[in-house]
């Protein structure tokens, strides 16, 4: 199905985000000459498409005073790797928890969670809270304390923007 000119201009908008309002389909809908029910109608048919995957919110931590950040590496066995990430994604201070393959045999780990915080301390206390979980059987992790802020975007597919 082709896109219509009202489509690309929809499109066009979420390239920056949904409006932080309390019905930003509402608000992008009148920066649009829509109304709200057209605009859900529309995302709607880009996620039957395969247009859009999900939708989910980029948080700037350093703005909420969060400028202590972790992103911890483990070395967990493979064949527990699943059960543990649960565990650890379930804990309120891990903001991310994900696998991702080792590249030995510099780097033996395979699980990321990532903690945000307002100092270093409170990072290495909760990660020394979550090597000693029950039937969490681990070694050290490392603990990659943030040195560099990068600009934070959603992603952003299909032509470029002037300007």
Known sequence: M???????????????????????YEALGNSLGLD???VIDRMCGFVKRGMISRI???VDHAALGFDSNAMVVWNIPDEEVERVGAMFAGLSWVSLC???????P???????????????????????VMATLPDVMVQPPAILH?????????????TPREG
């Open 146 to 158: 943030t040195t560099r802020r990068f600009k934070q975007t959603a992603a952003c597919y299909g």
């Open 2 to 24: 082709e896109l219509t000119e009202t489509d690309r201009q929809l499109i066009g908008a979420l390239r920056d985000g949904l409006p932080l309002a309390e019905r930003p």
């Open 36 to 38: 709200e029910a057209d």
């Open 106 to 128: 510099d780097w033996p780990y395979n699980l990321f969670t990532m903690i945000h915080a307002r100092d270093r301390t409170f990072v290495e206390d909760r990660v020394a």
């Open 98 to 104: 994900y696998q991702r393959p080792r590249r030995l």
């Open 56 to 58: 989910g919110v980029v």
